[in-house]
């Protein structure tokens, strides 16, 4: 095995080490126990969690996607760039903000966290969306309309399959990042993990905070592997992927 | 609108120290971050294999949600009594700003055109000739869009810093929101996008101003 | 058939890009569209398959104004290969050269009875390529898939915009004679744009030379050579026209009109070239070789006599001055 290798090698077992460090570390102050002890509790929490993830991105991918196609139809394009913009700054209020302004007009609760995740999650899936359509050559367009394929035809057969890479990477950009905020939601009532994270960090008990952070960056870590496996089994063969997002 | 600048008028010199706080809070962690990520994306185009391990680390880095990040900090901290304030938000600040500064570097000076490497190589420059003169002028574009990435996310990820105390402008959204004071939400908010475009702004016209002119775009 | 009647193309803002042009492609031949950047020959071809409006006049194909069909089923009875090729990435070469008669209903069987039929006929194995995507392939082949692509439903029209372009000079060579062979065999009519000389004069049946959006003439290729109308179509086809000429004559040509010397019989070392060969091709050899004769064959390999360099130009000055009685210059 040539140096260079070795010097990898040995970089990603001492990191291994060390998150097992870690671990062994956590365990031995019993920072987990309260998975243990108020299992009830952490399920309930957990399962919260993962209702906000799913409801807010689904309903984000359903009204992202959409627009996004629309936008790169010729007649919407001088549109783009107002959308774009507006959907861009949005991304710049930090999330927090957000889901606090939120209180205002929809009060406590699970909903108002679900809206304010659906709002964040636009961004990533929308541009990715344009992105990808706009990736694709003109000329192969042209064939196509040359060739007698219908507008519909042309999306559904040539435009789709070929920014679905594209559209798949805004997808998993947005579900982790998702996963992240909701850990907020605990600011507005919406319940999820988050809650053990801040109680823990207000009464100043890591073994709340450790219950609650690491199950979510588990949470995260293991979303963002599986889909990137997604989209390498569902991408077609034929188009030639470009390194790594 | 009045009751904007009344607010406004009471609550201005607050905005600003806050402001500065944050302002200081990033920017030590992206000089911090710059001084870690760019010399170790210099180092990792010598060696693939490293690369590709260091880059997945960075890049499962930016996959913990923040507020966990900062969560796990504490704990860790605390055993030499630091668990709550600037160190914990640094460090979490620090490791964030990681992915796009060290991925960009290395893969910056990768796409530097083989071409040019080539004639440098051929010119009978050294490595880090080459690397100072030829390499890292050219890549400058692509590392300063790495830094500005940096920056504008850990502008957008220093708010949650004020939960475990260590201030900046997060706190006013925090106080908001216990208080269910909209203007506090809003003023917080307004402040940290400002940041943001003004940062991105200066970053933009550093890298406008030192990209040496023969690089088209 | 395609017969173009008063089509004009104009833009908003008044630019003309296509100016009242008439004429006929007649069934089974290739017309080449030939003329400088921006004299409107790509617009005119896209005018056919309406890709491009049509501001005023008709183009009738088959007898029928493309404008009477919907836009759609037009381009399904048309063929049409773009330079790029455009072939897409995201579906395999049996998909992608189906194409069009997956769109318009064709049976299972029949799409791969035909598939297999087109393959053979650029020599590409039907089952090693049926499943493979593009990018696996080389230029030359994806720009024969191309073709094919535009032939599978088997349309009696077909539109090219520089098709062999992209491709390198040995690959465009090989590629085009390929072509020419399977015309012979499928007998298209086809509009064909290009802006190198040499294509349009070994493809063309009739050159069409554009400028500005007008015809400037319409011929065969050695008319346009060797009787231009006009000033600009005597520069267009260069000082060399004479040159570019012969490639369109075979030393049989040659033969039947002036024929072939005797051969010296004391010249050591002569080389031999069959007498199918064009004359440009055989004049280059001669200069190359430095030879005073070269023995011309037949396909049997039986001597049929010798060609010299005064031969070829005894031939061209005959064939020039035969002719030209009409040149605008001598």
Sequence with gaps: MNKKKLVSRIVSYSVYALVLLFFIWAIQNRYFEYIFSETNTFLLLLKQHIQLVAVSSLLAIVVAIPVGIIITRKSFRRAEWAVSNTVNFGQTIPSLAVLALMISVLGIGFKTAIFALFIYSLLPIYRNTVAGIDSIDENLIDAARGMGMTPSQILFKIELPNAAYSILAGIRTAVVLNIGTAALAYVVGGGGLGVWIFTGIQLFDNGYLISGAIPVTLLAITVDYLLRVLERAVVSNGIKQTGDM | MDEWMKFLEVNFPRIIELTIEHATLVGLAIIVALLIGIPLGIYLTTNNYLAETVLQIASVMLTIPSIALFGVMIPIFSIINQGIGFVPAFVALVLYSQLPIIRNTYTAINNVNPEMRDAAKGLGMKTHQRLFRVEIPNAFPLIMAGIRTAVVLNIGIGVIAAYIGAGGLGVLITQGISRGDNYLIISGSVAVAILAMIADGILMWIQKRYTPKSITN | ?330
């Design chain 3, 1 to 330: 058939m395609i017969t173009f009647k008063q089509t004009t193309k104009t833009y908003e803002g008044g630019v003309t890009a296509v100016n009242k042009v008439d004429f006929t492609v007649e069934k089974g031949n290739i017309v080449v569209l030939l003329g400088p950047s921006g004299c409107g020959k790509t617009t005119l071809l896209r005018m056919v398959n309406r890709l491009e409006s049509i501001s005023e006049g008709q183009i009738i194909i088959d007898g029928e104004d493309s404008m009477s069909l919907n836009e759609i089923e037009l381009r399904r009875k048309v063929g049409y290969v773009i330079q790029s090729n455009g072939l897409f990435p995201n579906m395999t070469i049996e998909e992608n050269v189906m194409i069009v008669p997956d769109l318009l209903g064709w049976g299972k069987k029949e799409k791969r009875e035909r598939f297999d039929y087109l393959m053979d006929m650029i020599g590409l194995s039907p089952d090693k390529y049926r499943k493979r995507y593009p990018h696996e392939l080389s230029g030359g082949q994806q720009q024969r898939i191309g073709v094919i692509r535009a032939l599978a439903a088997d349309p009696p029209v077909m539109l090219m915009d520089e098709p062999f372009g992209a491709l390198d000079p040995i690959i465009r060579e090989k590629i085009q004679d390929e072509f020419l062979q399977i015309q012979k065999e499928v007998k298209k009519t086809i509009l064909f744009v290009s802006h190198d000389i040499d294509e349009a004069i070994k493809m063309a049946d009739k050159i069409v030379l554009l400028r500005g959006g007008e015809i400037m003439q319409y011929d065969s290729p050695s008319e346009m050579l060797v009787r231009p109308k006009s000033d600009f179509v005597y520069e267009f086809f260069g000082k060399d026209r004479a040159i570019k000429s012969l490639s369109l004559h075979t030393i049989e040509d040659l033969k039947n009109i002036i024929g072939l010397v005797e051969i010296d019989e004391s010249i050591q070392d002569t080389k031999t070239i069959n007498v199918h060969h064009d004359l440009r091709n055989t004049l280059s050899m001669l200069l190359n070789q430095e030879a005073e004769q070269v023995i011309v064959l037949d396909h049997a390999g039986s001597k049929l006599g010798a060609i010299t360099i005064d031969l070829v130009q005894k031939y061209l000055h005959y064939e020039i001055k035969g002719k030209s009685s009409s040149a605008v210059k001598g």
